[in-house]
């Protein structure tokens, strides 16, 4: 198995996310991960989203088929804004190496707006789900600095989970639904890591 199926499994959204519901992929890049996802029975469409006009070129070069079928689109836009779509009209949002690149890079605002604008794009209950391999300790509080200073407004996302997997973490949020009786279970995070609670197991045996 290849490292980008395996990462294409462990984003693991089903089943709060039916394999053929709308998706945004942010900063798609060149990367095949959506290609992955199609191949392992998600049907979207899987929209991929890149700031660069050039990927988007080369991308729906590649997979013209994909989009052919209508499993698969690809638009400029920046994830900043994501200007190009309505309000609540993806159940899913999937970033790899997007906020990890702007994090490194410290354009923390631009994290903020980010957030703000995938909140914008999610339905109630939708979910964020990301790949990085920035711990979350320095990672969460520069992603959830607004979210964290604006005592007044309610809380957008709940549900907050991050998983180490062998070699990334995968961090997953869950847009809050105020017509739920949402238990709010953010702050704190919790990590889980599989590896070690399966060797914990073994120990124990
Ligand atoms: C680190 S690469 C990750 C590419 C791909 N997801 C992967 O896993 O290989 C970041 C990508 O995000 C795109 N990007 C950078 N800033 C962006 C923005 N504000 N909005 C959308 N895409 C952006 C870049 O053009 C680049 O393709």
Request: glycine letters at 4%; a neutral charge; charged letters at 25%.
């Amino acid at each position: 198995m290849t490292q980008q199926s395996s990462l294409a499994e462990s984003l693991a959204i089903h089943p709060h996310v039916e394999k053929n519901e709308p998706m945004l992929m942010l900063g798609c890049g060149n990367s095949t991960l959506g290609e992955e996802m199609i191949d392992e029975g998600w049907s979207g469409p899987l929209i991929q989203v890149d700031v660069s006009s050039r990927v988007i070129e080369t991308m729906s070069h590649r997979c013209h088929q994909l989009i052919q079928n209508g499993h698969m689109n690809f638009v400029q836009d920046d994830a900043c804004e994501l200007s190009a779509f309505r309000d609540a009209m993806m159940q899913a949002c999937l970033d790899k190496g997007l906020i990890d690149a702007i994090y490194c890079a410290e354009e923390h605002n631009q994290l903020s707006k980010i957030l703000k604008s995938v909140s914008r794009v999610l339905r109630p209950g939708g979910w964020f789900v990301f790949l990085s391999f920035s711990r979350p300790e320095f990672l969460l509080p520069r992603l959830l600095q607004e979210e964290m200073q604006d005592v007044v407004r309610k809380r957008r996302w709940t549900n907050l989970q991050v998983q180490e997997l062998e070699k990334i973490l995968l961090y997953k949020m869950q847009k809050v639904d105020f017509n739920q009786d949402n238990e709010l279970r953010f702050p704190p995070h919790r990590i889980r890591n599989d590896k070690a609670r399966r060797k914990h197991k073994q120990n124990l045996k």
